[in-house]
Structures are given as C-alpha cells and as structure tokens.
C-alpha cells in the first residue's frame, strides 16, 4: 500500500511540479527553522544539567537590605566554610575567586621562544571542585592537582596553546603580573554539556592563601569568592534554607552587629545550579546570563513557523484538490471507500512531508554556521541524530503529517463523485472559509514578527544613538599590566602626549561598561545618612578626557600624595546622601575620610538596562588599571603604533592590550542584538511561507475563475480592472490579519521593552510601516497569478470548464 502511495505522490508531484514544489519548499524552510530554534532552546534549558549531581549542587547568594537592595553572586571567602561547619546537611564546599586584574602567563619554550598571553577566564579554586563539578582529568591526578601551592591546572585548548604538543605536566608558567612561578599539575577537558561556569584554568587556592593577607583571606563583608555547596543526598534546599538565619545570626555577630541588625540588613540563599542561566542577573555574576524571556521568545517563534508551514502544506493542498478531482471521483465509482480515500491521502502527506523533512536537513547543515554567528552558540548538525532529537524529529514530522494532511484528506475525500467526473469546481465551497482564514493566520504571524523586529531595531539604535552623558567616541583604553607599568606609570603619561595625536591621556581604575564595585559613603556626623554607593578611581584627567561635565565644584587638582582623599560626586550620589550643600563636606570611605570637592554630572557608566546608579570618584591614580588615551584625527593606527613602541621601551615585559571604548559599550548589548538579528532572519522566513501559502490560494482563485475572467474580458474589462478583481478579496484577508495582530504586537513589545530603564516609545509611523510591508509584499505575490489570468485569451477562457 505504501508503495501504491508512493508512485501515486510521485506521478503527482510530477504533473504538478510548481504546487508540489512550493508545498515541499515552504515546509522545508518551516522544519529547518523550527529544528534550529528547537537545539538552540534545548541547549538554553540543559545548562548545568550535565552535572551529575546538578540537583545537590547551589551557589549561595547574598542580599543587601535597604535604600537599594542588591542581590550578589559572589559573597564572603569563608560563608560557605563555616556555613558547612554549622549546618550538618551540606555535604561539600568548592569555592572559586576570580584572580584580579586578568593575569599575563609566559613561558618560554626549549628553544627559547617566548609565548606570553593575556589570559581572561580562570579562578582560584578549592581542590573539591574535581569531585563537586566533575572535572575530568586528561593529564595530572585529581586527588593532588588542586592541592598543592603554585599549582595551575589548564583546560587541554590553553595547554596546547602554550606548549604544543610538548608535554605539559611538571612544566612552569610564569605569572607576569605577581613574577611567580605556576607548576602545572593537571589537564582538564572541557564541560561537554553548556555551563554557566567556564574557565581555561584553575589556580590551586592554596595559592591564594599563601600569599593574600589573612584579613582579606577571613573576611566577612567581602563578597569576593563564588560559594557552591553539595547538600547530602538525603537533605533538601528548603530544610537548609530554615537553618541559615541563625547561621547569618552568629556569621555577623562577631562584627559587633545586634539579631535585629543582622536579620533586618542581609538575606543569603541558595540557588540552584540550574537557574543561573536563564534566572540570575546579580551583582557580580561569573559571566553574562541569558533569560528565560529569550527562550519563551524562540520557542512561539518556533511555534509559529512550524504552524506556518503546516498552515501553507494545508492551503496549497486544498488548492491542489480541485485538480484531482475526477481521480477521486473515479476512485468513489470503483468503490473506493472513504477511510480508504483518506488513508492515501494521508500517505501522501506523509511522504511529502518526509521529502521536506530530507531537505530541511540539507537546510539546516548549509544554515549552521550563519544560525551559529547570529546566536554567539556552538550548534552541531551531529546534535539532531542524538536520541533524544532523532526522536524529537520522528515526533515532529509524524505529527505535521497528520496535522497538515488530515484537512485536506477529509476535504478531498468527501466530494460528490458526480460532480468530482464532471470537474465541477464550485468556488463557494465550505472550505473557503478555513483556507481565508488560515491565510489570516499566517499574515498575522508575519505582521506580528515583522512589528517586533522593527521595535527591536528602534530600540538598538537608541542605545546607540543615546547620549550617555560623556564623549566614548576616539577614546582608547590600555591596559596597564604588572608592577613595572604601574611604576612607570608617570612616565608612561608624559611620553605618550609627545604623540600630537594623543590630546589627553589619563588613568582609570575601571571602564564605563564593565561592573564598578561598590561601598559605603558616610558623611562625618551624619551615619543615619551613610549610603552603598558605586567607586571609581581616577586622577584629574579623566573627567577632561571623558568631557564629563562639572555641575558644581572643581574638577581634581593634581596632587603628589594620596592623602587627604578628594572625592567627586555624582548627581545620583548627591541626592543618595541628601546633601544640599556637598562641597566642602567631609566623608568617610574605604577606611579613610576625605572632602567633596565637586559634583560630576550624571552619565551612564553602566548599560542602558538600568539608571544610573550613585558613583564616587575617589583621587587615586595609583588604582588605576587602564589608560584612557583622547585620539584626534583619523592616524588611529599609527598613533597605535606609537602607542605600543612607547610600552615596549618602557615596559619591555607588558603586554599591549587596547580597546576602543565606544566598541566596548555596544557590547553591552550584544544579546538584545542576537535576538533582534535572529527576529529579523525568521520574520523574513514568516513572510516567505505565508506569501507561498498566498500564491497557492490566488492560483486557485484565478483557476476557478478562468470563465469569468473571459466573459469580462470580452464584455471590455481592461487587465487593470481584472487584477484590481482578483487582489481585492486577498488584500482585504492581509488587511484584516494586520488589524487582528497589531494590538498583540504591541502588548507584546510593550513587555519587552519594560526590562529597559530606558524605553523607546512605541509610535504610530511602526504600525504604518509594518502594514505598508505587509501589504506590498502581498500585491506582489498576488500579482503574478492576476496578471497571468487578466492577460490569458478570453477564446482559452471561455473554453474553460
């Protein structure tokens, strides 16, 4: 019977090549879609999950309670040893610092070849974490590698990168930046499964003990370490969670805090391991997350463009039927009966959807690689045929199969065979009014995909077109590495403004765009108004170079000693500390006190995700980590060129490392451009489809229409008059599917945009645009089958039964 299917699909999908090749098509494009989306989602949810104890495994997390709560990944280096001490039903402790600033390793290889690289990704880490988050040892024993003092254990990529294929166990790296020597003790593979924890190597904290000050080693309102416990197998989140207030109690009692304080001012829970990707934006998180948002996003869209595709297969099928009418009619005279009818057509649809199946692979190997640069994720064509997707797959396909074929079958099955022997195609039929409104659905889809892609688009160029309060544009940043540049550093400015390119040059601890730490702010006096504010340090350039302005005030005055600090205010900080007359005023900070002498205005030092938070910049060069360097003209490269030749006569043992800081904050955004790019890519498949689902109704309606085309032809119609005929009933379909998905759409992108501090509005000219696209590219698929009919001899027409 399958076979009989078969020859029967094949003699049709010969006799009608353009429908047959549009429905495979359109289908095609719909599963090659929605199997992207469908790995990229999947990868989304398994983060983490590839630990095989993933469901023990959580990062405790921290709360500040007050004027602005802030919720921190990181906390206090020993939380989770004491917490592990008091609360029985922690199991494991495995604690990870990220070392600061980036580390330069160099070694040098047997024949004398330098290799030296900045290395951004890697921690200090306690020995338990090869058991807690299963590292597996490709060189090295994991029972030691962690345990010894000097020991760095490297992921197999950096291994290879600095020594080849020499053997890297027992070898040394030197870490430029604290001149000590790394002994290597172990190669590690990398997660094969996606994590939100990725390094290239991992520092023994031995290490770190030996050589960090024991206050900083012990101390409890630092948050610098990432605390992840194992709970026992038989305890549960909730049991510990009931006990770890009166752990805060006694954690922060010997700070000399009261109950009520302690309680009322912190909060520490656990977080699952596998909410930190989609479900953890705190401060001070190992790296940037996603959003869960995003995945409900991709998964209606992959929704849609499968419904898209299901809703064409059924449009251009139904088109199709009225030319297998007289073979149905036959059938029913020879008795075929109808569960039988339907049962080959159903066959049909099978196999056409399995053709389209077979091309939507081919679809998905050429689209990989582009689908991979849009998304920033490492998607493998390998990954559909795991068990788990292959059956995915068999599901999709069976279930499409059905979905698009059973309409049509039940429709084609019930014609009366009388009328089915004589052709008649009755252009009224029931069926007209499902076929409009499918085609309804699918211009809803493509108006709705289309507005939010323009929304999306308005609202990347605002966060580019923004002002942001201070001048990025030709500001470069280098990086000042290990003691000797930090020495020179004064010598280092003067002899980069010899360059007539370079206007400015000044220091920095940290850039606009990357996270500044935070502390507390305390006028003398007034400790009711002390405020958790953000620092930055810099010297008196860095205002002049930025262009930030002063509202009130002086900019820093250079000065030979650190003390006494000068601090200068944002507008934000101002009104945190409610000061009315801040100049002049005294403040305590960092374990110092110093005056207020000026007021910045606000800018946006962080991404347009959030407003701009209280900052205090503190007169303090010497904890600077970047020079900003003002470039004028457009010998960007040879005043690099200067640039990195003064280092190295200088510095000879830095590295120069450089970034253009208007590049730098346009990466803040790179994952609302992932999503916008990738909106842009579907919305054109959307309207592809749904306008192939279009072509094939207004080829049946011209088909049907033939006579009375030729009749008003010949009674002195002229070809405009018959396409304007043809195009209404379809444009009137568009014009409802636009006024159906409008208001959606703007519910929709209405959410979106309020995870933006700063939204665009949504204005009435996106509405317009969205349906003059829509509509035009209707007519032009409308037009190729109106134009073909009004231009078809009325003699052929008339001729037409």
């Not at 068999?394 to 039940?410: D, E, H, T």
């Not at 544009?473 to 990086?479: F, H, I, L, R, W």
Request: hydrophobic share 45%; glycine share 6%; aromatic share 12%.
């Amino acid at each position: 019977m399958f076979r009989n299917y078969a020859k029967i699909t094949w003699r049709n999908v010969l006799r009608y090549r353009l429908n047959s090749s549009l429905t495979v098509v359109g289908l095609a494009l719909g599963l090659a879609c929605g199997l992207l989306i469908i790995l990229h989602v999947r990868e989304e949810l398994n983060y983490d999950k590839g630990f095989s104890k993933a469901d023990r495994i959580y990062r405790i997390t921290s709360e500040n309670i007050g004027q602005k709560s802030r919720q921190w990944a990181a906390t206090s280096p020993i939380l989770g040893v004491e917490m592990q001490q008091q609360i029985p039903a922690i199991e494991r402790v495995a604690r990870f610092h990220r070392p600061y600033p980036d580390r330069v390793f160099s070694y040098k290889s047997s024949g004398g070849e330098l290799h030296q690289f900045e290395e951004k990704s890697g921690y200090f880490a306690d020995s338990t974490v090869v058991d807690v988050f299963d590292l597996s040892f490709v060189k090295g024993d994991p029972r030691t590698a962690l345990k010894q003092i000097d020991a760095i254990v490297l992921t197999e990529a950096l291994a290879k990168k600095y020594f080849g294929d020499e053997e890297p166990l027992g070898k040394r790296i030197q870490d430029d930046l604290d001149k000590r020597p790394l002994t290597v003790t172990g190669v590690i593979r990398r997660f094969p499964f996606p994590a939100h924890l990725q390094f290239d190597y991992l520092i023994s904290m031995s290490t770190y003990d030996k050589y960090v000050d024991k206050r900083d080693r012990e101390s409890r309102g630092w948050a610098g370490f990432y605390n992840y416990v194992l709970l026992n197998s038989n305890s549960t989140r909730s049991a510990v969670e009931a006990r770890i207030p009166e752990f805060m109690v006694k954690f922060y009692e010997v700070k000399g805090e009261t109950r009520n304080e302690i309680l009322a001012t912190r909060k520490t829970n656990l977080q699952p391991i596998t909410d930190i990707h989609l479900h953890s934006k705190l401060e001070k998180e190992m790296g940037p997350n996603s959003d869960i948002t995003y995945v409900y996003v991709f998964s209606i869209a992959a929704l849609f463009i499968l419904l898209l595709a299901a809703v064409n297969f059924v449009n251009m099928a139904t088109a199709q039927a009225f030319n297998r009418m007289k073979e149905v009619g036959v059938r029913k005279v020879l008795g075929a009966r109808k569960e039988q009818l339907i049962n080959q057509f159903l066959g049909e649809s099978f196999i056409l959807t399995l053709a389209a199946a077979l091309l939507a692979f081919l679809v998905f190997r050429l689209a990989i690689p582009f689908y991979n640069e849009l998304t920033a994720k490492d998607l493998h064509f390998g990954e559909l045929f795991s068990p788990a997707n292959a059956l995915l797959i068999i599901m999709l396909v069976s279930l499409i199969s059905v979905v698009a074929g059973f309409y049509p079958a039940w429709f084609i099955s019930n014609f009366d065979p009388i009328n089915s022997l004589k052709g008649k195609k009755n252009q009224v039929s029931s069926v007209t009014l499902i076929r409009k409104g499918l085609i309804v659905f699918q211009f809803s889809v493509s108006v709705f995909m289309i507005f939010g892609t323009i929304v999306v688009y308005r609202q990347m160029k605002f966060f580019q077109s923004k002002d942001l309060g201070f001048d990025h544009e030709q500001v470069v940043a280098v990086k000042l590495y290990g003691r000797e540049m930090w020495e020179k550093a004064n010598t280092l400015q003067q002899e980069l403004l010899k360059n007539s390119a370079i206007t400015n040059v000044s220091r920095i601890s940290t850039l606009p765009g990357d996270r500044f730490g935070t502390d507390m702010l305390t006028p003398l006096g007034k400790s009711e108004d002390a405020s958790q504010m953000r620092f930055l340090w810099a010297d008196e350039n860095t205002l002049p170079v930025l262009q930030i302005g002063v509202k009130s005030g002086n900019n820093f005055v250079k000065k030979a000693n650190r003390s006494p600090l000068s601090f200068i205010l944002n507008e934000s900080a101002v009104k945190a500390l409610k000061l009315n007359s801040p100049i002049g005023q005294k403040v305590a900070a960092l374990g110092d006190t110093g005056e207020i002498v000026g007021v910045a205005k606000d800018f946006h030092f962080a991404s347009l995700h959030t407003t701009v938070d209280p900052l205090v910049i503190v007169q303090d060069p010497g904890q600077a980590n970047y020079f900003l360097l003002k470039i004028k003209g457009n010998k960007l490269p040879e005043t690099m060129q200067f640039a990195r030749s003064t280092l190295a006569r200088l510095s000879p043992e830095s590295l120069f490392i450089y970034t253009f800081l208007d590049e730098k904050l346009a990466r803040l955004y790179d994952s609302e451009q992932r999503v916008g790019n990738v909106l842009n890519v579907f919305a054109i498949f959307a309207m592809f489809i749904s306008c192939l689902g279009l072509f094939g109704l207004s080829a049946y309606a011209a088909q049907v229409r033939t006579k009375e085309v030729g009749i008003r032809k010949v009674l002195g119609a002229t070809v405009s008059g018959i396409m304007v005929m043809l195009s209404r009933d379809f444009l009137q379909l568009v014009l409802i599917a636009i006024l159906l998905a409008s208001p959606l759409a703007w519910w929709a992108m209405s959410q979106w945009l309020q995870s933006f501090a700063y939204p665009i509005h949504i204005e009435w000219w996106m509405f317009a645009a969205t349906g003059f696209l829509t509509i035009a590219v209707a007519v032009l698929t409308i037009s190729f089958q109106s134009i073909k009919a009004a231009l078809m001899n009325p003699v052929k027409s008339l001729r037409a039964e």
